[in-house]
């Protein structure tokens, strides 16, 4: 097949490994544990507004959670946003600013995700389809020595975690920075279902 078609192939099926138990793992600590303040949890109805639910998904959630403490309702509305919409950051700080919550987003703009949240991340996203590529897409990322990732006895997806420690290590951007060069690696191997996978939910637009 023709990588121009295994490219448009990957944006039409748009599919994602972000399911399930793993994406619930990456909401506990992309959302609950690192990003949304308690104080935040108060607002969560008008919150759950400016990210596109309706007043009856609301109502929903209110009725379906059975100890319906705000807390419990906030992260029942921000996992079920997590896992259904094209989410990112960018806007989550704009329904905290359509919602007058002004310094919570201007905390969420300047909290790194922190590097063992990027590996976590990145773990999730891809880890299984290219684990096998290891030794290319490190190469492409610029890891040094990896004929001492070579040398480990373990399975492809053993290597591919020391590779993508190594690299993480030395990165000093942002996250978004980080992942676009990790992207970048990918289509330079022209492994393009990947690429478009993780593009769609580390990147966005």
Sequence with gaps: MAAGQQQADAMETGDTVLQGIEKDALFNK?????????EVMAHWEELGIELGFGYGDLDLIDENIQRKAVENCSREMLKRWWKTSNHNKEDLIKALEAIELNNYADQLKNAPMGRQLTYDYLMITVAKDIASDWNDV?????????????NISNPAEQKFKEMLKKWLRKQTCSEREVFKKFHKALENLELFR???KFHTKAIGN
């Design 194 to 196: 990947d690429a478009e």
């Design 138 to 150: 490190g190469i492409q990322l610029g890891v040094r020595n990896l004929e001492n990732v070579q």
């Design 30 to 38: 992309m959302i609950r544990e690192q990003l949304i303040p308690k």
